[in-house]
């Protein structure tokens, strides 16, 4: 799927009335799914983890304890 079809149904999701935030995440989805790049859903989880995987943001769910 080239880059300019995955903008038309950016802008007609938005201009249908869909929410920023769900066409964003459609669009993206959308991208994944029929991208020829595998290499992406790999590298994905490790990403994701990684972010996660901070000091200072496993302390801001513990200050919610007390």
Partial sequence: MSLS???LIFVLLL???MP??????????LYL??????SFLDM??????AGMDSFILMCIPIS???
């Fill in 33 to 38: 799914l029929f991208s020829p790049q595998v």
């Fill in 20 to 29: 920023v935030a769900f066409v964003m995440g459609f669009s993206a989805s």
């Fill in 5 to 7: 079809i995955m903008i």
């Fill in 44 to 49: 994905a989880p490790q990403k994701l983890f």
């Fill in 15 to 17: 201009l249908a009335g």
């Fill in 64 to 66: 919610f304890l007390r």
